[in-house]
């Protein structure tokens, strides 16, 4: 009889060491609350992590939330003492450092023994949160991309007459007599026909970096799409450094003009924010195509800052910026990573503080 009550004993000891290792070991937090004192009686490993706290057992439940939310997890717990399980489906929980994590409860009524307590599984939502955030902000670019698009169309016709207007008012003003009066007048009209040519280029730049993709695979010559991103990003480079550009003889590479110029033109723009404005002349911004092998690679440098190891390792990371609001979306690279992995092709870089950062692009050439 003894030894029966023994091994039962040493069973219910070996279960409960066993229960108490897999609450431990959980992902996520988990408390037991007395449920008529809501003061905490035992809580693994993660609520001590998320927490901060070591040993929570004996504070009481509610200290957990910020002051604002504590009214709503009293309500629940009392709910859930009532009907015996519930869930909330957000909540925050007050972290190491007063940070606030925001949880989704499940609770359930456990009877032990002669006692009972309320098991509270807490799971951290913070990732979700900052993905559906990230969703709503990818919806909106490409709702402005969308936009956009339909400003250049109807942009063209516009800025189509204003350019042939200004050519045959150019026409007659150059059959006029000479005089100071048609000298100016012809100055006005060439200087205002240079920025409706300018517009228009940049329109159609824009248009055929707007137009969605089809999937079939096109051919096409790297120095045209290194071009193209060349004159999007005039105005960024412009007040910052000189461009120098030397494309090499490139056959022709797989994949679209349009994606490509993407990638150039995110590289450029990026090389342009790591120089500040102003000293033109010492800043550089220097573009190298060449084949290299069975490869045709680019290569974007910028004499700006350099990118910090802290940073270095996170750069092709989607929505990963250390730029101000407004200014970066941190999709820059993890696009272009996308687009060029697609292809065939890669992406690298070297950097140096204080010197530089060097893009290096690879693409498969076509076969001829
Ligand atoms: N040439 C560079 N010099 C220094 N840092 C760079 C350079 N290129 C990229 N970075 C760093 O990498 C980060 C991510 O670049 P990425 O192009 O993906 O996003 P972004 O430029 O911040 O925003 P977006 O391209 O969406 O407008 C930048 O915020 C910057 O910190
Ligand atoms: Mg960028």
């Known amino acids: 009889m003894r030894n029966d009550l023994r091994a039962t004993v040493s069973g219910l000891r070996e279960s409960e060491e066993r229960y108490r290792r897999s609450i431990d070991s959980a ?3 988990i408390f037991a609350v007395d449920p008529v004192t809501l003061e905490i009686l035992h809580a693994n490993r993660k609520a001590a992590e998320v927490t901060g706290t070591a040993d929570v057992a004996g504070h009481p439940f509610l200290d957990l939330h910020p002051t604002d939310h504590r009214a709503r997890a009293r309500e629940f717990l009392a709910r859930v003492a009532a009907a015996g399980e519930g869930t909330l489906s957000d909540i925050d929980l007050c972290c190491h450092g007063g940070t606030r994590l925001p949880v989704s409860i499940s609770a359930s009524m456990i009877v032990h023994g002669a006692g009972r307590f309320v098991q509270l599984i807490c799971r951290d939502l913070s990732e979700r949160k900052r993905m559906e955030r990230e969703l709503v902000q990818a919806e909106k670019l490409s709702t402005v991309g969308v936009l956009a698009a339909g400003i250049l169309h109807e942009l063209n016709t516009p800025l189509a007459y204003v350019q042939a207007n200004l ?7 150059r059959a006029l007599p000479k005089g100071p009066a048609t000298s100016a007048l012809r100055t006005g009209l060439s200087d205002a026909l240079e920025g409706a040519r300018s517009a228009s280029t ?29 004159r999007m990003a005039q105005h960024e480079l412009k007040y910052r450094a000189t461009v120098m550009a030397e494309l090499g003889e490139v056959p022709h590479v797989l994949g679209q003009a349009t994606d490509l110029s993407q990638v150039f033109l995110n590289l450029l723009v990026n090389a342009a924010h790591a120089i500040p404005a102003g000293n033109v002349r010492q800043n550089r911004v220097h573009v190298v195509t060449e ?78």
């Open 167 to 173: 050519e045959s008012m150019g026409r007659v003003v």
């Open 291 to 368: 084949v290299v092998g069975d490869r045709a690679v680019a290569r974007i440098s910028d004499t700006g800052g350099g990118i910090p190891s802290e940073a270095l390792p996170r750069i092709f990371e989607p929505f990963f910026t250390t730029k101000p609001e407004g200014v970066g979306t941190g999709l820059g690279l993890a696009i272009s990573r996308d687009i060029l992995r697609r292809i065939g092709g890669d992406i690298r870089v070297e950097t140096k503080i204080g010197a530089g950062t060097t893009f290096i692009v690879e693409l498969p050439l076509a076969a001829s």
């Open 202 to 230: 940049i329109v159609r730049d824009l248009r055929i970096f707007a137009r969605s993709r089809d999937e079939a695979t096109e051919t096409f010559d790297v120095n045209d799409a290194v071009r193209m991103a060349l």
């Open 27 to 29: 992902n996520d937090a």
